[in-house]
């Protein structure tokens, strides 16, 4: 086939051949320039978008992190950079998005650290709102005026990361970090600083099996709650100055094992409990408490508790064992407290209280009831402040139980006895 073209009356022919050959050059080419030409919003990297948020107009994508976050999609990336977003109550409702602090400027201005996040009005109760799977918080300030409640508040959100933030928290009754139904949460490396001494929480956490909750400091706050979650860590926090019932507290139903581990915090002048557990199944592992009111008030069945230092109380360990048997107190540093051990509810080997060093006790232990023919078994090669070559003689309330046919009751009749460590420990232990 040839085309004709008319010009002035005069006629021109064009193969069909080369205006094919124009017209794919021109399809290719159009399309090699939408794929290079920038996009005016975000770029892809690694598969994700990245989006900019800068307080200085025109340096970045947007100047508020709520805009940025309501202009995104899963997978989205919002680079906060440093500066001051005066904001309220952002809704996460996007999975899979990442907001990450850039601790310097990304155009003009003189801005540097992290990027704070706060704000200025009266209406405002939460900072940050959380209602989807896998949103990550990294690196920010936060700061919850008197009127915010929670600077986070998250529900029904899996896989949550808040790592490497700065939390400072003013309402007098309300919460740094609000955890509701929220499995396998990570808080990690986090600081959180409260201006009422005291009387706000730290971090709130209910029902939310699997959480982690790793190398963050807390101070003056109510510390680190776990409510009714299961198969949580709770590792190498410092907790310091809480006012309220204690530092660290895991709290579950009694009859359903919570598998729950606290080891290696620090927890110091609390003006009431260190730490406080009141579930089954629960390991108490290299913690270090000190200058509590009472250092560890625990509550547990078939549980153990190990190479734990509790030191400078007025009670040092508050141990009942009314959820069940199988109790194990071992190689623990019980020191220069008032009273060094209370134990109640000591049973048929409901606790075995072994390789323990009580040193420089006012009052090395004092047990409320024990089962008399049993008592033996309680206490096994401690170490009693100094050399013996005798039984440890302890003195307990003795319960003896008698049965009463008429009544159909076994009755505890409570009476002065002693029961003995009948192997103490020549020196103490290593206990680091």
Known sequence: ???????????????????????????????????????????????????????????????????????????????????????????????????????HELGNGNDTGKPVIESSQLNASILLFINADSFSLLGCILIGSPWVSSDIYAESALHMVLSNNDIFHHHSDGYSVHLLSCDYPQILNNTVTTSDNGSSSGFWIFYCDYALVQNNTLRNSLGIYVFYSRHCSILSNQVTNTTADAGIQVEDDEDVSANDTISQNTVTNCSQTGISVNAVN??????????????????????????????????????????????????????????????????????????????????QVVVTAVVPVFSNYVFRENYWDHSLSHPKPVICLGLIIIWFPPLGLFIGIPLPWVCFDLTPAQHPYEIP
């Open 282 to 363: 629960i390991s108490v592992m290299h913690n270090h408490v000190s200058n509590c009111q009472t250092g560890m008030e625990i509550d547990t069945g078939n549980s153990r508790i190990e190479n734990n230092t509790i030191e400078r109380c007025h009670f040092g360990l508050n141990l009942s064992c009314g959820l069940g048997d199988n109790n194990i107190l071992t190689s623990n540093q019980v020191r220069n407290n008032s009273i060094g051990v209370i134990l109640h509810q000591v049973g048929h080997k409901i606790i075995q209280v072994t390789r323990n060093n009580f040193i420089h006790n006012l009052v």
């Open 1 to 103: 086939m040839v085309i004709y073209f008319y010009i002035e009356g005069g006629k021109v022919m064009i193969a069909t051949h080369i205006i094919r050959k124009y017209l794919v050059v021109g399809i290719i080419l159009l399309f090699v320039g939408t794929c290079i030409i920038p996009s005016a919003i975000s770029e892809q990297t690694h598969g994700k978008k990245i989006i900019t948020v800068d307080d200085e107009p025109g340096d970045a994508d947007y100047t508020s992190i709520k805009e940025a976050v309501n202009h995104s999609t899963p997978g989205t990336i919002i680079e906060i950079y440093s500066g001051t977003y005066d904001e309220q109550k952002i809704m996460i409702m996007v999975h899979n998005l990442t907001l990450k602090g850039i601790p």
